[in-house]
């Protein structure tokens, strides 16, 4: 009876955490801004290589005066990774100068940060 009492309890705690935690205020990342990844070279290639992030907001204007930061790693060997922050270059676009050592898949991952905004989006590239 106790165990029983017990369960109950744990089920009932559960229940009201996850109904807090569902509420409908909750928006999309993808409605507060956009991220859109470019290289140049197109296609991408090993060696040096710059990254561009245009970011526009909800209503497809550039987002300048952010934050933008790039994370990226090997898909195939974890411990090969680059990460830096991107320069802003106005009309939305943040650029990094930067050098990938291996062709393969690469996951770029490119976080914006201008408060309250705080979005993360990633990007399988291929590098030839």
């Known amino acids: ?23 409908s205020g909750a928006t999309p990342t993808s409605t507060l801004a956009s991220i859109k990844l470019t290289t140049n070279p197109n296609p991408p290639t090993s060696g040096n290589i710059e990254l561009v992030a245009t970011i526009t907001d909800a209503n497809g204007q550039p987002l300048d005066e952010a934050e933008v930061f790039v994370f990226s790693s ?9 990460n830096g922050k991107a320069s802003a270059k106005g ?30 989006e990633s990007f399988i590239v291929d590098f030839k």
Not at 14 to 23: I, K, T
Not at 74 to 82: C, D, G, I
Not at 96 to 116: A, D
Request: glycine share 6%; with cysteine; aromatic share 8%.
């Open 1 to 23: 009876m106790r165990y029983r009492s017990l369960l109950l309890s744990l089920l009932f705690v559960g229940a009201l955490a996850a109904s807090a935690c569902s509420g």
């Open 74 to 82: 090997h898909t195939q060997m974890t411990s090969m990774a680059m």
């Open 91 to 120: 009309s939305g676009q943040y650029t990094l100068q930067t050098s990938f050592s291996m062709n393969g898949s690469w996951k770029i991952t490119v976080q914006v940060k201008k408060p309250p905004l705080n979005i993360t």
